[in-house]
């Protein structure tokens, strides 16, 4: 593998924008990124041992010479929005023509690697803080409701306002009940009874989510 689709693979691994690698290099602009990422620049040495420190791998990694351990990685679809971990979000442009594409190793997919139902999208905001933190990555796969269990975390929408939250089918009461997971208790649920649930929409169930750690 050649050295800008490394450090691509690794920026994207940590859901990095090139704008945030190039100040975590030090590099002037994001161009400095977009350049190494391309093949049209190759980074400095100082810049590869940056890039190694932060990346915790090694300077042979970077540059491809170290084979052994260059990990299999996978594009996936990207939605370039941020959906509501909080109250349901009117999210504006969410068609085929804004999706993007994203990189991610499969160590980090595990067992859901390279399917291909499966699309990117992050969260923003604290509702769902005790199992995804804010401004997580997170993998969401296509499901038939009737798939779905109580207590799985689901993308959904409600007129065009989007969120993430648990979902309930409380079949006793005839509602859905999408059901915020936070340290924060001011979050309440977000009920639906069936007799309102025509624009409601499950986009899919999150599988896993993916978040810089310190």
């Known amino acids: ?24 290099v030090g590099a002037k602009t994001y161009t400095t990124i977009t350049k190494w990422e391309s093949g049209e620049n190759f ?19 970077i540059l491809g010479l170290d084979e052994s351990n260059i990990p299999k990685i996978n594009e996936y679809p990207y939605f370039p929005v941020s959906i509501s971990a909080g109250l349901p979000l009117e999210v504006n442009g969410i068609t085929d023509k804004s999706v993007e594409t994203i990189t991610i190793p499969d160590s980090i997919m595990g067992k859901w690697a390279g399917q291909s139902d ?22 969401v796969k296509s499901i038939e409701l009737s798939n779905l269990k109580d207590g799985d975390i ?20 005839e509602r859905i009940i999408f059901s915020p997971d936070s340290t924060d208790r001011s979050f309440t649920d977000y009920v ?4 309102e649930t025509s624009n409601l929409k499950i986009h899919g169930k999150v599988i896993l989510y993916i978040v810089e750690l310190d």
Do not use: C, W
């Not at 590869?48 to 300077?59: A, C, N, W």
């Not at 639906?192 to 007799?195: A, G, N, Q």
């Open 192 to 195: 639906i009874p069936y007799t």
């Open 43 to 61: 980074p400095k040495g100082r810049d590869i041992r940056k890039l190694s420190e932060y990346f915790k791998v090694s300077s042979d990694y």
């Open 118 to 139: 499966i699309y990117i999208m992050k969260v923003n905001g604290e509702s769902m803080n005790k199992v995804i933190p804010h401004e997580s990555l997170i993998a």
């Open 1 to 24: 593998m050649e050295t800008g689709n490394i450090i691509k693979a690794l920026r994207e691994s940590r859901g990095l924008t090139q704008q945030q690698l190039a100040e975590i």
């Open 154 to 173: 689901v993308v959904y929408s409600d007129n065009h306002d989007y969120s993430v939250k648990r979902f309930y089918d409380d079949k006793k009461n």
